[in-house]
């Protein structure tokens, strides 16, 4: 009698992960999944330190040689200390926070924008310094908020220090002003600032937010998107379901974009909000680099 061979069976399981960019109105061109929640900052903000391998100055200890065949005892090898591999810091001992590659820079921009406190503009990272910088980076939402001059800050302060809010040729009541080109927008009312320029981040390649004037159409406090089933707080729309809104994923990273919209961060949302009404001008000026 034959014994029945047992039968293997393998399940595979696979796992599809979206990630989506973000989401405006129906007919419009969206900003942001829900499901996605807040993107992690890029890993170039984070400091980082030596690695747990030797350095190639680390001495070792040397390995023991069997000795000749005599009845006269081998010497037993000296043992040496190691010496532990150089660690790389980025860390002032002076300040104890962490110095980036651009603490120059953003020395220089923190400097020109003012009010995040007094700055020294020389390339060397102080108690002062680092404490302007986190105030800086707190208020635009830069993580983490450690005081180190990393490329997403120097990215930051460099468009901020250098809009033109000129450029926006604002006229009588009040105008919302978006610079394309750096990614900034502000406020103003018959030619002066009610806003200074905060960061934004509009439409992704292949969904370029246009740039000309246009005015306010609708508002609500709190606006679902149909296409892509998310709320879009602060909700202030202006052409082809584009508008400003309270951005749903983490505003500085650059890998995606609106459909369109014009994201802005919590405090900056609720702000334009309280200056807008139906009927604002809005104008757009230059264009996203990359689209």
Not at 110 to 135: E, M
Not at 150 to 173: F, H, I, N
Not at 246 to 265: A, E, F, P, R
Request: hydrophobic share 30%; charged share 20%.
């Amino acid at each position: 009698m034959r014994n029945p061979r047992p039968t293997v069976r393998v399940l595979a399981l696979a796992a599809i992960t979206l990630v989506g960019a973000g989401a405006c109105t129906s007919g419009s061109r969206a900003d942001g999944d829900p499901a996605a929640g807040r993107t992690p900052v890029r890993v170039a903000e984070q400091v980082t330190g030596a690695g747990g391998s030797p350095g190639p100055d680390q001495r070792k200890r040397p390995t023991p040689t069997a000795g000749p065949t005599r009845s006269k005892p081998t010497p037993t090898p000296t043992p040496t200390t190691s010496r532990p591999a150089p660690r790389t810091t980025t860390t002032s001992p002076a300040s104890g926070c962490p110095q980036g590659e651009h603490q120059r820079a953003v020395e220089t921009y923190l400097a020109r924008l003012g009010g995040f406190g007094a700055v020294t503009v020389d390339g060397r990272q102080s108690a002062a310094d680092c404490a302007a910088i986190k105030k800086f980076q707190q208020r635009y939402d830069i993580r983490p908020a450690a005081g180190r001059a990393g490329p997403t800050t120097y990215d930051v302060a460099k468009r901020l220090a250098t809009t033109d809010v000129r450029a926006c040729k604002a006229g009588s009541g009040t105008t919302f002003c978006i610079d394309l080109t750096r990614q900034t927008t502000w406020a103003m009312r018959d030619g002066k600032v009610i806003m200074k320029p905060t960061v934004t981040r509009t439409g992704m390649p292949g969904y370029a937010t246009p740039a000309g004037t246009f005015k306010i159409n609708f508002r609500n406090v709190k606006e679902w998107s149909d296409p892509y089933e998310v709320w879009l707080p602060y909700w202030q729309h202006f052409t082809q379901g584009m508008g400003f809104h309270q951005t749903t994923t983490y505003l500085h990273n650059k890998d995606i974009g609106s459909h369109g919209c014009v994201n802005l961060l919590p405090a900056d949302a609720v702000r334009m909000w309280e200056l807008g009404k139906v009927g604002t001008t809005v104008k757009l000026i230059g264009r996203r680099p990359g689209t």
